[in-house]
């Protein structure tokens, strides 16, 4: 189902300007970008950016420019948080630092990283509106950066006491805030009152929190044809989701123990993914992950009530109902 087929010509936009950003720059240096970039995805972010610019009465073509851009900073996350992770795919083909090797992935990510603040100085925008919209990529790109450093200092430290609060907080700015930031950024560029900025920006915030509890899920019950990532690699890699805070809360002790083994030898062994997998699913910590996206959905939902009906909010509505149902 196509969630937002009548801003499709400016997300093809949004396309081109990323390509036209690429293309302009030294081969030898970016050349790798401009494919990893095709490969596509679902582009979530800048139809948010689209769809809450248009819902708030705001024109699509203002917010084609600083939705491409967040798109960038998007992929320059995805090159660097493969590599922390040590993913081997991603969207279905093998993650950058795996064809390429760490030092030309990270030096990518690095020049992607260059030129989205270059094209973002650049936005012929009003000097005040603008210095306003680049004070909010800047601190969204903090929280995003954050998150996954308050993440991978779990990991680093063998800590496994996480709360539920705990986890909310860290993907607030790892998956949320980039979230939250693309609908904010529609609404400011409409024109819209600082009440329904932070309504978007909530909206966004929300579903952002429900995107990555659904991630997490799909990582260990998806289909690798569909997810396009490997099946388990969040066990591999020791992540503390919101499943395994819920299991480590609940389960006895030997089997909190062993969890905690697998977790820390960042074992690949399929029998060891098999039990974790299995053992998450029997203590219901899945559901409770599955129930604990649909919640925060509906709050994300009633964000968006000061909106009038139209196309646009509908889009926004059905977006929120495609995060917690998606299969990749």
Same mark, same amino acid.
Request: aromatic share 8%; hydrophobic share 40%; net charge neutral.
């Given at each position: 189902?196509?969630?937002?087929?009548?801003?499709?010509?400016?997300?093809?936009?949004?396309?081109?300007?990323?390509?036209?950003?690429?293309?302009?720059?030294?081969?030898?240096?970016?050349?790798?970008?401009?494919?990893?970039?095709? #490969?596509?995805?679902?582009?979530?972010?800048?139809?948010?950016?689209?769809?809450? @610019?248009?819902?708030? *009465?705001? +024109?699509?073509? *203002?917010?084609?420019?600083?939705?491409?851009?967040?798109?960038?900073?998007?992929?320059?996350?995805?090159?660097?948080?493969?590599?922390?992770?040590?993913?081997?795919?991603?969207?279905?083909?093998?993650?950058?630092?795996?064809?390429?090797?760490?030092?030309?992935?990270?030096?990518?990510?690095?020049?992607?990283?260059?030129?989205?603040?270059?094209?973002?100085?650049?936005?012929?925008?009003?000097?005040?509106?603008?210095? #306003?919209?680049?004070?909010?990529?800047?601190?969204?790109?903090?929280?995003?950066?954050? $998150?996954? $450093?308050?993440?991978?200092?779990?990991?680093?430290?063998? %800590?496994?006491?996480?709360?539920?609060?705990?986890?909310?907080?860290?993907?607030?700015?790892?998956?949320?805030?980039?979230?939250?930031?693309?609908?904010?950024?529609?609404?400011?560029?409409?024109?819209?009152?600082?009440?329904? @900025?932070?309504?978007?920006?909530?909206?966004?915030?929300?579903?952002?929190?429900?995107?990555?509890?659904?991630?997490?899920?799909?990582?260990?019950?998806?289909?690798?044809?569909?997810?396009?990532?490997?099946?388990?690699?969040?066990?591999?890699?020791?992540? %503390?989701?919101?499943?395994?805070?819920?299991?480590?809360?609940?389960?006895?002790?030997?089997?909190?123990? #062993?969890?905690?083994?697998?977790?820390?030898?960042?074992?690949?062994?399929?029998?060891?993914?098999?039990?974790?997998?299995?053992?998450?699913?029997?203590?219901?910590?899945? *559901?409770?992950?599955? +129930?604990?996206?649909?919640?925060?959905?509906?709050?994300?939902? $009633?964000?968006?009530?000061?909106?009038?009906?139209? +196309?646009?909010?509908?889009?926004?509505?059905?977006?929120?109902?495609?995060?917690?149902?998606?299969?990749?």
């Amino acid at each position: 189902m196509e969630l937002y087929p009548h801003i499709t010509p400016h997300l093809s936009r949004v396309e081109a300007l990323m390509e036209e950003a690429l293309g302009h720059e030294d081969e030898r240096v970016y050349g790798m970008l401009l494919p990893f970039i095709r #490969r596509g995805g679902k582009r979530i972010r800048p139809a948010l950016t689209l769809l809450s @610019c248009g819902a708030s *009465g705001g +024109e699509y073509a *203002g917010a084609v420019f600083p939705a491409s851009i967040i798109e960038l900073f998007h992929n320059f996350t995805l090159i660097h948080d493969d590599i922390e992770d040590d993913s081997r795919f991603r969207r279905g083909e093998p993650a950058l630092h795996v064809s390429h090797g760490v030092a030309i992935a990270l030096n990518s990510g690095d020049a992607l990283y260059t030129l989205l603040w270059k094209r973002l100085v650049s936005l012929d925008m009003a000097p005040k509106r603008l210095i #306003r919209l680049q004070a909010l990529y800047a601190e969204s790109f903090k929280r995003v950066v954050d $998150g996954q $450093g308050l993440e991978l200092s779990w990991i680093r430290s063998g %800590r496994f006491d996480v709360s539920e609060d705990e986890y909310l907080h860290m993907i607030g700015g790892k998956t949320s805030a980039l979230m939250g930031l693309s609908c904010e950024t529609g609404a400011l560029i409409s024109g819209s009152s600082a009440r329904m @900025c932070r309504s978007l920006r909530s909206y966004g915030e929300k579903i952002g929190a429900a995107f990555q509890i659904q991630d997490d899920v799909l990582n260990l019950t998806g289909d690798f044809e569909k997810y396009k990532k490997e099946i388990g690699g969040d066990i591999s890699e020791g992540k %503390r989701t919101l499943m395994v805070v819920h299991f480590l809360a609940r389960a006895p002790k030997p089997e909190r123990d #062993r969890l905690i083994s697998i977790l820390s030898s960042h074992s690949h062994v399929q029998a060891d993914l098999d039990w974790a997998i299995s053992a998450l699913e029997k203590q219901g910590s899945i *559901g409770y992950a599955r +129930e604990r996206a649909k919640k925060l959905v509906d709050e994300a939902r $009633g964000e968006l009530t000061r909106l009038p009906e139209s +196309e646009d909010r509908r889009s926004l509505e059905n977006i929120a109902s495609y995060v917690i149902n998606r299969e990749r």
